[in-house]
């Protein structure tokens, strides 16, 4: 039985690849489109494309993304979001959590990738992880984007949690980025992605439920100028705290 299952689940994998593959070659020209002749607010539709594309995947994959404590966020507020970070699936589940338009904070690899690279140029805030200088520069590329308005969206984990930990160590960008501007951090814990498709594991594809929990609202005026410990820190419970009371949470990081 465990092996007819492993068998299913490397089909499902390889369907769930399939699927992805077919649906960015179809949206990547309506991508270019709107960011082409979309006019001023061309950014903001085409992150409406790329909420609706995460419907269609998730539904390809049988995958529900379930939101709770949305109410959380002011509508007419940018933010600074942060959530865990264990699967390839965090992604389109960060765009479901929430009506705001947003830019993702993105390691520069990315837009090496064919077809989705120039989606990732156009809409994200990409980092060069290994030059400092770069670090500084997308920090004041986010602080530029939050004065327009638009929120961005930060893993301060920097990568996929491949580890047994709940959370790995959280780096100081999204932390300083709310100090020096005084927007507020918004919390997200995602729970059951990596259930569905471990880190590392393209072909572990599996139906199931993603919960998006918006766990707080953290204001840098509540705290010291010259610390940025104890938001990190009190982000860190945020979080564990919903990992570690969810049963499943376990089965998101494979041995």
């Given at each position: 039985?465990?092996?007819?299952k492993?068998?299913?689940?490397?089909?499902?994998?390889?369907?769930?690849?399939?699927?992805?593959?077919?649906?960015?070659?179809?949206?990547?020209?309506?991508?270019?489109?709107?960011?082409s002749f979309?006019?001023?607010?061309?950014?903001?539709?085409?992150?409406?494309?790329?909420?609706?594309?995460?419907?269609?995947?998730?539904g390809?994959f049988?995958?529900?993304?379930?939101?709770?404590?949305?109410n959380?966020l002011?509508?007419?507020?940018?933010?600074?979001f942060?959530?865990?970070?264990?699967?390839?699936?965090?992604?389109?589940?960060k765009?479901?959590?929430?009506?705001?338009?947003?830019?993702?904070l993105?390691?520069?690899?990315?837009?090496?990738?064919?077809?989705?690279?120039?989606?990732?140029?156009?809409?994200?805030?990409?980092?060069?992880?290994?030059?400092?200088?770069?670090r500084?520069?997308?920090?004041?590329?986010?602080?530029?984007?939050?004065?327009?308005?638009?929120?961005?969206?930060?893993?301060?984990e920097?990568?996929?949690?491949?580890?047994?930990?709940?959370?790995?160590?959280f780096?100081?960008g999204?932390?300083?980025?709310?100090?020096?501007?005084?927007?507020?951090?918004?919390?997200?814990?995602?729970?059951g992605s990596?259930?569905?498709?471990?880190?590392?594991?393209?072909?572990?594809?599996?139906?199931?439920?993603?919960?998006?929990?918006w766990?707080?609202?953290?204001?840098?005026?509540?705290?010291?100028?010259?610390?940025?410990?104890?938001?990190?820190?009190?982000?860190?419970?945020m979080?564990?705290?919903r990992?570690?009371a969810?049963?499943s949470?376990p089965?998101?990081v494979?041995?």
């Amino acid at each position: 039985m465990k092996a007819v299952k492993r068998v299913l689940i490397t089909l499902w994998g390889l369907w769930g690849v399939l699927v992805f593959l077919i649906t960015l070659i179809l949206v990547t020209p309506v991508y270019l489109g709107i960011l082409s002749f979309g006019g001023q607010h061309s950014q903001k539709r085409a992150h409406q494309l790329s909420r609706a594309w995460a419907r269609i995947l998730f539904g390809a994959f049988m995958v529900r993304v379930k939101v709770h404590h949305a109410n959380q966020l002011a509508a007419d507020e940018p933010y600074i979001f942060i959530a865990n970070h264990t699967s390839l699936l965090d992604v389109p589940a960060k765009a479901s959590a929430t009506t705001h338009f947003f830019k993702f904070l993105a390691k520069r690899e990315l837009t090496r990738v064919p077809l989705l690279g120039r989606i990732v140029k156009q809409l994200y805030v990409t980092v060069d992880r290994t030059n400092p200088r770069a670090r500084f520069q997308s920090l004041a590329s986010m602080q530029a984007t939050l004065q327009t308005g638009t929120s961005v969206a930060i893993f301060p984990e920097g990568s996929r949690n491949r580890s047994s930990d709940g959370l790995m160590r959280f780096h100081d960008g999204a932390f300083t980025l709310s100090q020096q501007t005084g927007y507020r951090l918004a919390v997200l814990t995602i729970v059951g992605s990596g259930a569905c498709l471990p880190a590392g594991h393209f072909f572990r594809l599996k139906p199931g439920t993603i919960d998006c929990y918006w766990e707080g609202i953290l204001d840098p005026a509540a705290y010291r100028a010259d610390d940025i410990s104890a938001m990190k820190t009190d982000a860190r419970n945020m979080m564990l705290r919903r990992l570690k009371a969810d049963a499943s949470y376990p089965e998101q990081v494979p041995a």
